[in-house]
């Protein structure tokens, strides 16, 4: 008989939106709910079929919908839409080395992201329920793209609560420290053990060489990494230099410099915040300033505070830039708005005094697609502004 779990008239009322997270107070055991992580149908009240998902008791996100209706939940199920990823990314990303291949429940595979650079992949993988079907997936990407190596990057502490172990494992073959790839017709270094998210930011990539297309003259990069903006810059800049509080990100930004032949390229290691007061305090000016925090609000209840972080350094960026200047401001926190974002902006403007114009407003990379009904999967946010003199 088929594992089965009951969803509450108000967990019901989420999902006909098309929202496809099931809350642990939204679900009622019966006597077919499994007490270990597995694939369940879902039941309405009157015991009607409306969905199968992965499901995991001890999760507070309990249920992940696969799909609204019978189809078998089998390896090849999973075959078939880790293909359809594949096959969206042939059709998007264009000249890339390296993208997203699947983006979690945006690829209708709840809990797995896999990202692929060059000749390796790196995934992360966040649902216990999943696990049987990770040879399946495997295999289609294995056949597909003939990687030389994948890792697992699987220390993320999400793991800890669908009690998964946390391990960074190498799979298949062989992967390197660092991965060096191409954006653009720049080379960038993954770091896939130890870097951030799998090693590098793709959801900036295509942000990265749009930055460079407008950018001029002196340039600064806050909150750098290993260079994904910084070396865009520098093919159109007279200076830029680089800040990261992290000395592993600059050491990365400086070998990929090199590579490139590029010598326009400084290091500035340092807390962003400061360093941006400073330079206002000492009558320095830019041409072209990006500003690429990481998300300053984790949570919701973080958010009031993220904005007045936000506020802060783009109020400290306007003020430094040349009329004519541009600033490439982003956030990747879900919890500020697209309006709450723009609302900060307005703001900092009008502290900093500076009439700006918006050149542009952008997302995150095509090969990190957004699910309509899932807000979460809306989450980057760019503007590309210019201070005017009116
Ligand atoms: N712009 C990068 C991604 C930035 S991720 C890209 O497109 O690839 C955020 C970076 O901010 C990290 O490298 C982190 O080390 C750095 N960081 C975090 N807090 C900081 C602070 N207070 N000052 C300077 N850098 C900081």
Not at 229 to 240: D, G, N, P, R, Y
Not at 279 to 286: H, Q, T
Request: glycine fraction near 6%.
């Amino acid at each position: 008989m088929a594992t089965t779990v009951t969803i509450t008239n108000k967990g019901l009322r989420r999902t006909r939106t098309g929202h496809p997270w099931v809350f642990d107070n939204d679900l009622r055991a019966n006597e077919s709910t499994p007490t270990v992580p597995s694939i369940v149908t879902l039941l309405d009240l009157q015991n009607n079929l409306t969905g199968q998902g992965l499901y995991n008791p001890t999760s507070k996100i309990a249920l992940r919908l696969l799909t609204k209706d019978e189809t078998p939940i089998t390896p090849d199920f999973f075959a078939q839409r880790t293909k359809a990823a594949v096959a969206y990314r042939e059709d998007v990303v264009k000249g890339y080395e390296a993208f997203r291949v699947i983006h979690s429940e945006s690829d209708g595979i709840p809990g797995l992201t896999v990202d692929k650079y060059g000749d390796y992949l790196v995934l992360q993988q966040h649902s216990a329920a999943l696990e049987p079907f990770m040879g399946a997936i495997l295999e289609v990407l294995q056949n597909h793209y003939q990687p030389k190596g994948i890792l697992a990057r699987n220390d993320s502490s999400v793991r800890e609560l669908e009690g998964l172990p946390r391990e960074v494992k190498v799979i298949v073959g062989s992967v390197p420290e660092e991965i060096p790839f191409k954006e653009g017709d720049m080379t960038l270094f993954a770091a896939p053990y130890t870097g951030q998210k799998t090693g590098a930011f793709l959801d900036q990539r295509e942000n990265h060489v749009e930055a460079g297309r407008i950018a001029f003259g002196h340039c600064l990069d806050v909150f750098s990494y290993h260079g994904g903006f910084a070396l865009q810059l520098a093919k159109h800049a007279e200076i830029v230099i680089a800040v990261d509080s992290s000395k592993p990100a600059l050491v990365h930004i400086e070998k990929a410099a090199k590579v490139n032949g590029l010598t326009n390229v400084s290091l500035l290691q340092g807390d962003a915040f400061s360093l941006l007061r400073d330079f206002v305090k000492k009558g320095e000016r830019f041409d072209t300033i990006v500003l690429d925090p990481p998300a300053f609000a984790k949570g919701r209840d973080q958010a009031e505070k993220a904005v007045s972080g936000y506020k802060e350094i783009n109020l400290q960026a306007l003020k430094l830039l040349h009329v004519g200047g541009r600033l490439v401001t982003a956030s990747c926190s879900y919890h500020v708005s697209e309006a709450t974002f723009y609302a900060m902006l307005q703001e900092a403007a009008a502290d900093a005094e500076r009439q700006v114009r918006v050149l542009e407003w952008r997302g995150q990379a095509s090969c990190h697609p957004e699910r309509l009904a899932m807000p979460e999967t809306r989450y980057l946010k760019l503007a590309v502004l210019e201070v005017i003199d009116v």
